[in-house]
């Protein structure tokens, strides 16, 4: 009798907590039964104040730490800042490209979609007369690299044949997608290496199998400028779904990597030049969503979720997107007091849910919630480079 009427204690209160889910689900702010048409996104945040911003200059060489003043939306421009001596960081249209001004000839990294190829040339020529001799591609995504067969193409008609270098995952990626661009000349294996250019070694490194991409490498030049594509953002939070990163822990391993190299100037992508503490702000802003789900999941999760399930007759696929909802709604709210002021921060429900996915399918977090990524820097001295 006792144990019947245990029993029966326990369906009343498993009934009783999956009533009080329910109740809650009806006071989300976002209604989570059918699809709701959602309101466009609006900037609430501003940039953050601290670093001196400067007019951008191909003259004046950018000092550590600074950012320009340049619009949101340069279209149709190509804005190009002098970073050191030799390096300079060019802005073409919303896609950034990396120039270095060697003794007796021009490299370039990157080519992004809607090549203004005559006008690039003519502004490059502005700077050097040395001619433009090689190329390098960061990863297959085609908004930063389609340009390539342009490029190609007006050099050559210039009579000049261009070097092309990349990794050897950079090809696979693009036979995989049968991308109908220029293939490298020089192809490095991964983890990555080195190559000569004017009498001098630059690093290619292709840490890691999964990232941003498949592909993903970073370009370090020897005065300290180093360019990774689409992984930062200068002064600012990430990107919508992390940049559409294919794999989070990979994404972050990346960064590990980038936070162990010594640089100075760095072109991500986009926007303006980083800096170092960018990208430990993305490893620390991410390193505090994952310990937000690790706090937040696993009272989100269990019985009292499927039979909540269970008495709504909820498709699976509906039920777990409002359990996801929910454990992002409560996961950005533990990072606003300390975040909400960066710009981005309205993307941080989008972020949680990225994190959410990582940890959720990767990580155990009822039997061993201790574990998560590390975030700590990779020095060059493990990355396995020779």
């Given at each position: 009798?006792?144990?019947?009427?245990?029993?029966?204690?326990?369906?009343?209160?498993?009934?009783?907590?999956?009533?009080?889910?329910?109740?809650?689900?009806?006071?989300?702010?976002?209604?989570?039964?059918?699809?709701?048409?959602?309101?466009?996104?609006?900037?609430?945040?501003?940039?953050?104040?601290?670093?001196?911003?400067?007019?951008?200059s191909?003259?004046?060489?950018?000092?550590?730490?600074?950012?320009?003043?340049?619009?949101?939306?340069?279209?149709?421009?190509?804005?190009?800042?002098?970073?050191?001596?030799?390096?300079?960081?060019?802005?073409h249209?919303?896609?950034?490209?990396?120039?270095?001004?060697?003794?007796?000839?021009?490299l370039?990294?990157?080519?992004?979609?809607?090549?203004?190829?005559?006008?690039?040339?003519?502004?490059?020529?502005?700077?050097?007369?040395?001619?433009?001799?090689?190329?390098?591609?960061?990863?297959?995504?085609?908004?930063?690299?389609?340009?390539?067969?342009?490029?190609?193409?007006?050099?050559?008609?210039?009579?000049?044949?261009?070097?092309?270098?990349?990794?050897?995952?950079?090809?696979?990626?693009?036979?995989?997608?049968?991308?109908?661009?220029?293939?490298?000349?020089?192809?490095?294996?991964?983890?990555?290496?080195?190559?000569?250019?004017?009498?001098?070694?630059?690093?290619?490194?292709?840490?890691?199998?999964?990232?941003?991409?498949?592909?993903?490498?970073?370009?370090?030049?020897?005065?300290?400028?180093?360019?990774?594509?689409?992984?930062?953002?200068?002064?600012?939070?990430?990107?919508?779904?992390?940049?559409?990163?294919?794999?989070?822990?990979?994404?972050?391993?990346?960064?590990?990597?980038?936070?162990?190299?010594?640089?100075?100037?760095?072109?991500?992508?986009?926007?303006?030049?980083?800096?170092?503490?960018?990208?430990?702000?993305?490893?620390?802003?991410?390193?505090?969503?994952?310990d937000?789900?690790?706090?937040?999941?696993?009272?989100?999760?269990?019985?009292?979720?499927?039979?909540?399930?269970?008495?709504?007759?909820?498709?699976?696929?509906?039920?777990?997107?409002?359990?996801?909802?929910?454990?992002?709604?409560?996961?950005?709210?533990?990072?606003?007091?300390?975040?909400g002021?960066?710009?981005?921060?309205?993307?941080?429900l989008?972020?949680?849910?990225?994190?959410?996915?990582?940890?959720?399918?990767?990580?155990?977090?009822?039997g061993h919630?201790?574990?998560?990524?590390?975030?700590?820097?990779?020095?060059?001295?493990?990355?396995?480079?020779?």
């Amino acid at each position: 009798m006792s144990g019947k009427l245990s029993w029966s204690i326990t369906v009343i209160a498993v009934l009783a907590m999956a009533v009080m889910y329910w109740n809650q689900d009806q006071r989300l702010p976002q209604g989570e039964h059918r699809f709701r048409a959602v309101s466009p996104i609006t900037s609430k945040t501003q940039d953050v104040a601290g670093r001196e911003r400067v007019n951008i200059s191909e003259i004046r060489a950018l000092k550590p730490d600074q950012l320009l003043n340049i619009a949101e939306y340069p279209v149709g421009e190509i804005n190009i800042q002098k970073l050191t001596v030799n390096s300079y960081w060019i802005l073409h249209n919303l896609h950034a490209m990396t120039l270095y001004v060697g003794d007796t000839e021009v490299l370039l990294v990157d080519a992004p979609e809607d090549l203004f190829v005559d006008r690039l040339l003519a502004r490059i020529a502005d700077i050097t007369p040395n001619p433009v001799t090689t190329f390098v591609y960061t990863h297959p995504h085609l908004d930063h690299i389609k340009g390539a067969a342009t490029l190609v193409k007006a050099l050559r008609d210039q009579g000049q044949e261009l070097r092309i270098i990349g990794s050897d995952r950079l090809v696979q990626a693009m036979d995989r997608y049968q991308q109908q661009l220029p293939r490298p000349t020089e192809i490095i294996p991964a983890p990555g290496g080195y190559f000569e250019f004017d009498g001098l070694l630059f690093k290619l490194a292709t840490p890691v199998d999964v990232a941003h991409s498949t592909a993903d490498s970073y370009v370090l030049f020897p005065d300290r400028v180093i360019t990774f594509i689409d992984f930062v953002y200068a002064d600012r939070l990430p990107l919508h779904d992390y940049s559409g990163v294919q794999n989070m822990t990979g994404y972050i391993t990346f960064l590990r990597h980038i936070a162990g190299e010594s640089w100075d100037f760095g072109n991500t992508g986009h926007s303006n030049v980083s800096a170092p503490q960018d990208v430990a702000r993305f490893l620390e802003y991410t390193s505090d969503l994952y310990d937000a789900w690790i706090e937040t999941i696993p009272y989100n999760w269990g019985v009292p979720e499927y039979v909540r399930g269970k008495l709504k007759n909820d498709y699976i696929a509906v039920w777990l997107r409002n359990v996801f909802d929910r454990v992002a709604y409560k996961m950005a709210a533990r990072l606003e007091p300390r975040w909400g002021h960066y710009p981005h921060f309205e993307l941080a429900l989008d972020h949680a849910l990225k994190v959410q996915w990582d940890g959720f399918l990767h990580y155990d977090f009822h039997g061993h919630p201790e574990i998560r990524p590390l975030f700590t820097p990779i020095s060059p001295d493990n990355d396995r480079i020779q």
